[in-house]
């Protein structure tokens, strides 16, 4: 089992910048592959960032390519995601996963672990 908390989301304006964390505990932290993705309102849930165990490559949705950057930190068995230059269409729960293969990061179907979510609001 892995249990993942996130934290540090909020309220900012638009042009802001926000760093969520997720703390994982449980089982050897870099054995899992690491991805976010976010729920919007009347929205189902889609793909932000991934990064994978090994090699640290990482994978962003086209959406916040260039804005969002997605780092880990094995020794302290956290991810991060760095978001700038924040949109109101950023506005979402965010969601911290971990799945144990590199194959498949950039859908929920690669994931076996969930954190609760963060909201993140980013207003006009």
């Known amino acids: 089992q892995v249990q993942l908390v996130e934290s540090g989301g909020g309220l900012v304006q638009a042009g802001g910048t926000l760093r969520l964390s997720c703390a994982a505990s449980?089982?050897?932290?870099?054995?899992?592959?690491m991805g976010w993705f976010r729920q919007a309102p009347g929205k189902e849930r889609e793909f932000v960032a991934a990064i994978r165990r090994i090699s640290g490559n990482t994978y962003y949705a086209d959406s916040v390519k260039g804005r969002f950057t997605i780092s880990r930190d094995n020794a302290k068995n956290t991810v991060y995601l760095q978001m700038n230059s924040l949109k109101p269409e950023d506005t979402a729960v965010y969601f911290c996963?971990?799945?144990?293969?590199?194959?498949?990061?950039?859908?929920?179907?690669?994931?076996?672990?969930w954190g609760q979510g963060t909201q993140v609001t980013v207003s006009a």
């Open positions: 449980g089982r050897t932290f870099g054995n899992y592959v």
């Open positions: 996963a971990a799945g144990p293969s590199d194959q498949v990061v950039t859908a929920e179907v690669g994931y076996d672990y």
